[in-house]
């Protein structure tokens, strides 16, 4: 995709940080509408929760769970849902506790009905699914 992802990094708070990642949510292509809200929990903890729709009506919501330590982020919670247009899911990483066999235990990617091993997606890795499931489905 080529874009500068947010990373962890010295100097980030809780504000900028929720700034940032909206600023990038909005820099995917193939998005009609974002719906971003945050709060501030405490001085650096936080949350935001976003809703996406895609040109063919399909929808990501995303919900992140944040802490700034030491001027790093640090993900406690984290969900990425992708449905279609029919309100089905068609995959949700997620770091639920709960699925503890899973060598990749807490984090885990639901696609369908399958849960499988992951790690913690990069807002690039999510966008190219989405784009690639959109364009297959045309």
């Known amino acids: 995709m080529g874009r500068k992802t947010i990373s962890p990094c010295r100097c980030m708070s809780i504000t900028l940080y929720f700034r940032l990642t909206e600023s990038e949510l909005l820099s995917f292509p193939l998005i009609v509408s974002l719906d ?11 949350y935001f ?8 009506n399909s929808k990501l919501f995303l919900f992140e769970l944040v802490e700034i330590l030491n001027e790093k982020r640090q993900i406690e919670k984290y969900r990425y849902h992708y449905q279609g247009a029919n309100e089905k899911m068609i995959f949700r990483w997620d770091n639920a506790p709960h699925f503890q066999k899973i060598k990749s235990f807490p984090h885990h990617i639901h696609i369908g009905n399958k849960v499988k091993e992951s790690v913690h997606p990069s807002w690039d890795e999510i966008f190219l699914q989405v784009i690639n499931h959109i364009e297959k489905e045309k």
């Open 36 to 46: 971003f809200h945050s709060e501030i929990i405490d001085t650096d903890f936080g």
């Open 49 to 56: 929760k976003a809703k996406i729709i895609f040109q063919d």
